[in-house]
């Protein structure tokens, strides 16, 4: 089994940037794909971005050009640099391993406001 944990969100001011990590633990050797999710409440948890193993990402189109997914496979590391950040990308923000029926954090919330 795989677990996964996120850190390093917090508070910044529109324009700004803030770095997400999300560390996997477990059967590390098994994961594939990893992703970032996020949620607004009232709304569907929305893909982010994904990495695959070997490198592959894909962005939706709101962040396309501002924040960069990253992984280390010998260090079972994730990272979402997130630089340009708008009010619109305040949200929770889940790590995951493996697709919807893999392994997902608790979350790390994010809040962009002046």
């Known amino acids: 089994q795989v677990q996964v944990a996120e850190s390093g969100g917090g508070l910044v001011q529109p324009g700004g940037s803030l770095r997400l990590s999300c560390a996997a633990s477990?059967?590390?050797?098994?994961?594939?794909?990893m992703a970032w999710h996020r949620q607004v409440p009232g709304k569907q948890r929305e893909l982010v971005a994904f990495?695959?193993?070997?490198?592959?990402?894909e962005y939706v189109d709101a962040v396309k050009g501002r924040f960069t997914i990253s992984r280390d496979n010998a260090k079972s590391m994730m990272w979402l640099q997130m630089n340009n950040l708008k009010p619109e990308d305040t949200a929770v923000y889940y790590c995951?391993?493996?697709?919807?029926?893999?392994?997902w954090g608790q979350g790390t919330q994010v809040t962009v406001s002046s």
């Open positions: 995951n391993a493996n697709g919807a029926s893999g392994a």
């Open positions: 477990g059967t590390t050797f098994s994961i594939s794909v």
């Open positions: 990495i695959t193993a070997g490198g592959r990402t």
